[in-house]
């Protein structure tokens, strides 16, 4: 069964860089049926789609973070990882990694999510 | 951007109650909508995609219907663990951008 764990710091300082990474558990990141991706929660708000890969493509990135946020993958390691740099208060939020079901052309419905980890942006 | 809106925003219920809330999408999307339940700090689960189609697992109580902007889901014979929050989301292109949400509470 597909498990997907989010790992990273949990506190970040003001203008520093926040690196996350998805593992992924009895799945195959080179599935083609699937993209990956990140969406973010901020306390007490909705959701908030920050973009998503897949294993041999760009990937696509929510435009109102594009010059902030890079995803990669690695196959191997069967992990995928997101990285927000100059990071505000704003970016404090839940963090959720995901797999799309994606029919080749539309990204699709998320249908298998981590369990989110907590990301506080603070000095 | 597709903006998604939701509406009530908030409902009370009963166990028991047929509830209905809907979606609506600033343009077309045929039916690349899909509902998600989240509880509490938990991550939100997938009820149905494709605006209709509902997901291997999810009750049967469970319905959406729609097509094009109009959408809704629909709780019938509301049970206990349904008490949470209801999320659209539109897979039609790029950014995904998800409602704000539809609380569900115990009247």
């Known amino acids: 069964q597909l498990q997907l764990q989010e790992s990273g710091p949990g506190l970040v300082k003001p203008s520093e860089t926040l690196t996350l990474t998805c593992s992924v558990f009895d799945g195959s990141l080179s599935n083609s049926n699937y993209y990956w991706g990140w969406i973010r929660q901020p306390p007490g708000k909705g959701l908030e789609w920050i973009g998503s890969?897949?294993?041999?493509?760009?990937?696509y990135v929510n435009p109102s973070l594009k010059t902030r946020v890079t995803i990669s993958i690695d196959l191997l390691k069967s992990q995928f990882s997101l990285t927000l740099s100059s990071v505000t208060a704003a970016d404090t939020a839940l963090y959720f990694c995901a797999r799309h079901d994606s029919d080749g052309y539309n990204l699709g419905s998320l249908d298998s999510w981590g369990q989110g980890t907590q990301v506080t942006v603070s000095s | 951007d597709i903006q998604m809106t939701q509406f009530p925003s908030s409902l009370s219920a009963s166990v028991g109650d047929t509830i209905t809330m809907t979606c609506r999408a600033s343009q077309s999307i045929t039916t690349h909508l899909n509902w998600y339940q989240q509880k509490l700090g938990k991550a939100p689960k997938l009820l149905v995609s494709?605006?209709?189609s509902l997901q291997s697992g999810v009750p049967s109580r469970f319905s959406g219907s729609g097509s094009g902007t109009d959408f809704t889901l629909t709780i019938s014979t509301l049970q206990p663990e349904d008490f949470a929050t209801y999320f659209c989301?539109?897979?039609?292109?790029?950014?995904?951008?998800f409602g704000p949400g539809t609380k569900v509470d115990i009247k």
């Open positions: 890969i897949y294993y041999n493509r760009s990937p």
């Open positions: 989301q539109q897979s039609y292109s790029t950014p995904i951008t």
């Open positions: 494709a605006a209709s």
